[in-house]
């Protein structure tokens, strides 16, 4: 899948998307399906390594019945980014099976939408102002910028002046920074107003000591990858990412280890393929029963190409699918 325009964050710069697609097929004809999503640059994990195990993982589905094929397929090869295609397969399964949406599956109070956030990608304090102003015309209540690229206080000065105080400014340094300079960033960067900082630097005992000098929130997010990392209580808040979980039962045991933490959860994608998003918004959707959380990074899809027709921001919000399963086929 090709973006739209090119992506840059401080890990590199992002083009299209290679995603592999599952097909999980039942005894009683019903399909399930997933999606992998790893992203080298991002995540480390290459394409190849995850095509491997899907290979290793349909072995075994011949072998299992659906309740014992997730950890089996851990057994074999512990690949959370592989094994997130075998989990939304099989909660893809349950909803059709049962006749429920997935978030459904998760909570009886599901919400039956989730507010997302706009990104802005621009580099340039007039584009970055520009693609700031649109996210708010349409409603949008929360913008991320990136930062930890150059001229942070210009491009979030002008996106400030361009939305006016109304809107949530959250800002995303992919662990760009050092602890040193993720304080003195932060603190020149806080008078413009910002909801949150993600990932300021990488290290739970760095965004400890972040938080430490800073009043400005923290979540953490390639960071929620180690191991008790989202149950820590490191940070303000945590962004799960269904790929990096192991798909949407991973999601759901972080954000309980988080919530107990005193953390509070989101969801975000790292431009993911439709079945990615529609996973993310089922299980931000059951969450929400659980209390309201912050904006999601969901709204990614109107990035690409060829976006499709479901799963886009209307009005700052993604309405959940109501067919069975994830919704999408």
Known sequence: MRLRE???ASWGTLAERELLRVRLVADDGLVGLGEAAPLEPYDGVPLAAVRAALDAYAV??????????LEACRAERDLPQALAAVDLALWDLAGKRAGRPVAELISVEAARSIPVNATIGAEDRSGAAA????AAAADF?????KVGIGDDAGRLAAVRAAVGPR???????NGAWEVD??????????????????????????????????????????T??????????????????IARCGGISGVLRDAAAARIAGSVVYLASSYDGPLGIAAAVHAAAGLTAGGPLPAHGLATLAGFE?????????RGAIRVPREPGLGLG
């Open 6 to 8: 090119p992506l840059r």
């Open 60 to 69: 075994l589905a011949g072998e299992r019945d659906e309740a014992e094929l």
């Open 131 to 134: 693609a700031a102003a649109a």
């Open 141 to 145: 209540d929360t913008i991320k910028v």
């Open 167 to 173: 809107l949530a400014i959250r800002v995303d340094a």
């Open 181 to 222: 300079e993720a304080v003195a960033s932060l603190r020149a960067l806080a008078p413009v107003g910002i909801e949150l900082a993600e990932e300021p630097v990488h290290g739970v005992e760095a965004l400890r000591a972040v938080r430490a000098e800073v009043d400005v929130p923290l979540a953490m997010d390639e």
């Open 224 to 241: 929620a990858a180690e191991e008790d990392a989202a149950g820590s209580g490191a940070t303000d808040a945590v962004c799960l990412k």
């Open 306 to 314: 060829e976006p499709g027709d479901r799963l886009h921001a209307v």
